[in-house]
């Protein structure tokens, strides 16, 4: 069965960067981009971007360009989102999730981790 | 782009309950549907506007046609209160709506 596991909470301090890991199993992990959206507290879903897995191509929401660097590492179905210059507005939870293919799922998130949540405090 | 959706709607049990999403020229994409309870991950329940994962009941369907998708729960339960999300792409980019919160009463 597909599985999306995401690293533990993070607390860390303004100005700093943060590094959130994502290890996929149950499927092929280099078939199916993965996407990183991030959920403040008591707020909505806000999508912050997402990687090819198979390639290493990345497209990032504007709102995060020059801050977030999102990558993989295929031989251990591993991806990463690292966000840098934080503010005590990433305080968040960030989720990682698959892409579905088109046929099955419509290019949906059908797949989605566990969460891991970054608080940013100095 | 943007999605706008109700911040909240109120069902009794049993009874239908309608979320809407609004977007410029919505009813040309695909709209999906996430259903997220407190303290959890996101669920898909309705991709490519009208289709139910596997294990999602029945009674979750979905339209989308001109500048508005809905998700309908028919029968709704205690058990589908929950904060609903719809979601569609832009070029490449995915973009959520504001987030519905559905209390059933």
């Known amino acids: 069965q597909v599985q999306l596991v995401q690293s533990g909470a993070e607390v860390t301090k303004p100005g700093a960067s943060v590094k959130v890991s994502c290890k996929a199993s149950?499927?092929?992990?280099?078939?199916?981009?993965m996407h990183w959206v991030r959920q403040a507290p008591g707020q909505g879903l806000e999508w912050m971007g997402r990687?090819?897995?198979?390639?290493?191509?990345?497209n990032y929401a504007q709102k995060f360009q020059g801050r977030v660097t999102m990558t993989r590492d295929t031989s251990i179905s591993t991806a990463y989102m690292e966000l840098s210059s934080l503010i005590s507005d990433d305080t968040a939870v960030y989720y990682c999730?698959?892409?579905?293919?088109?046929?099955?799922?419509?290019?949906?998130?059908?797949?989605w981790g566990q969460g891991t949540l970054v608080t940013v405090s100095s | 782009y943007e999605l706008t959706q109700p911040p909240s709607v109120s069902v009794s049990p049993g009874q239908t309950a309608s979320i809407t999403c609004s977007g410029d020229?919505?009813?040309?994409?695909?709209v999906c549907w996430y259903q997220q309870k407190p303290g959890q991950s996101p669920v898909l329940v309705i991709y490519?506007?009208?289709k139910r994962p596997s294990g999602i009941p029945e009674r979750f369907s979905g339209s989308n046609s001109g500048n508005t998708a809905t998700l309908t729960i028919s029968g709704t339960q205690a058990m589908d209160e929950a904060d609903y999300y719809c979601?569609?792409?832009?070029?490449?980019?995915?973009?959520f709506g504001g987030g519905t919160k559905l209390t059933v009463l």
């Open positions: 149950g499927y092929t992990f280099t078939g199916y981009y």
């Open positions: 990687i090819n897995p198979n390639r290493g191509g990345t």
């Open positions: 020229k919505l009813g040309d994409k695909y």
């Open positions: 490519q506007d009208t």
């Open positions: 979601q569609a792409w832009d070029s490449s980019n995915v973009v």
């Open positions: 999730a698959r892409e579905g293919d088109s046929s099955s799922s419509g290019r949906a998130l059908d797949y």
